[in-house]
DNA sequence: CCCAACACGTGAATC
DNA sequence: TGATTCACGTGTTGG
């Protein structure tokens, strides 16, 4: 492609003879470019430069390597741009650390006791179903699943998807249910809420000696709160 | 720091007289550089290669600046390699692709029924705790939940964690439940894939009809499995 | 002293 | 053509 060492000859003879005093060669007193005892230093500058362009090539090499993983791993053209690649990549990287950031937020059980039941209206109504999203957190309690259960039976709504977590004492449930139209309105909603705040209440009643597990201490009780935070 | 125009013109003034034929002067026919007549069209390359500096310029500030994002993203120092940013980004971002990949995996109910116990032997059993990680995938029916609730109680098995997911009529169970060494020996596993053994037996022989949900088509009832998958 | 990493200006290619 | 992107060789700086 290009001319390798005849312009760098060419170049450095230039910048070294005539542009600058900072010249390639350092030990020797002479003013005379291609002088006779200057050859060995200009030997020695050549190899030097050429270790620099290799060392050089190895480099960029290794970076655009990276940058077509990058590529292949973001599935996008091998002739994309590099500042779209990175670009991008910001993108996902920032999606990652938010999502891990909501697992820990979302999937862990609150200090305060809480219910919330969110009523899907836009979501597929016309197909006989309504779909709730229920999330509840409370004190822990060893027959709390199984009340839990029975209220939804006895409501005649269908647990499509349960994600509970339990951890020192505290537990967080997070369900999807779906409910006939044909046997459910709107006012649904509020039957379903009220359930789940007598289920919160007699939770916050029982008063369980508990083993101490997880942590080890044996923490007092908490308190009944005075009100359950509905949203 | 360095001559910006002054060095420019001599290095433009070398290739295109001295070097090589693909001068930068492309209309005029004289053969003498430095020229009258070249001097318009000198003007207007090197306000070309003004240009041309001043973009490569702009487009390295912004492949840096992406690579300075990604800097802090990965919590990396701002004077760590620009090779090794975009290896620990390629790490990133194929965790996050596995991550993602498991997700679909691990929480979808499989196609055939199946059933694992692990015995958490490793993880503390001298505080008088042993740990089962459950997880067991079949079809699914209205009292499931509640049987499942029921065998851990017989057991006397606290549930500590719970994942259910069901979807087209298939439902998969991932459970972590804690038992107590002073009530179950190491023969306390076969208990628990017994017990869940019956429960999916159970799950196979009763007939539902179920309206059709999720994908609208009521799908032929799935005949019941040969034997299950125990792991 | 060299080595490694960087920014820079430039030529070439692509659209 | 003009704009944009890339690879290259080089000068420079810090360890």
Redesign the pocket.
């Known amino acids: ?2 001319p ?1 060492v005849s ?2 000859i060419f ?2 003879f230039l ?2 003879g005539f542009c600058d005093s ?1 010249s ?1 060669t ?1 030990t020797t007193s002479s003013f005379y470019p291609f002088a006779i005892e200057d050859t060995i230093s200009q030997d ?1 500058s050549l190899a ?6 290799e ?3 190895k ?3 290794r ?2 390597s990276h940058l077509n993983k990058l590529r292949s791993l973001l599935s996008c053209n091998s002739k ?4 779209t690649v990175l670009a991008k990549v910001v993108q996902r990287v920032k999606e990652l650390k938010q999502q891990t950031l909501e697992i820990s937020n979302e999937t862990l059980p609150s200090e305060t006791d809480e219910i919330s039941v969110l009523n899907f209206e836009d979501c597929s109504k016309d197909d006989g179903r309504i779909i709730f999203k229920v999330s509840f957190c409370c004190e822990d309690r060893p027959d709390l699943l199984q009340d839990l259960v029975k209220i939804l039976k006895s409501l005649q709504m269908e647990t499509v998807y349960a994600d509970i977590t339990t951890i020192g004492g505290r537990t967080r449930n997070d369900l999807v249910v779906v409910a006939d139209t044909e046997k459910h309105g709107v006012e649904s909603v509020k039957f379903l809420q009220n359930a789940l705040k007598s289920l919160l209440e007699r939770s916050s009643q029982s008063v369980v000696m508990r083993r101490g597990g997880g942590g080890g201490e044996m923490t007092k009780r908490r308190r009944a709160p005075d009100h359950i935070i509905m949203v």
């Not at 994309?80 to 500042?83: F, N, P, Y």
């Open positions: 492609m290009q390798e312009d760098h170049y450095s910048t070294g900072s390639t350092t020695k030097a430069l050429r270790n620099h362009k060392a050089e090539r480099r960029r090499e970076i655009n994309t741009d590099k500042a």
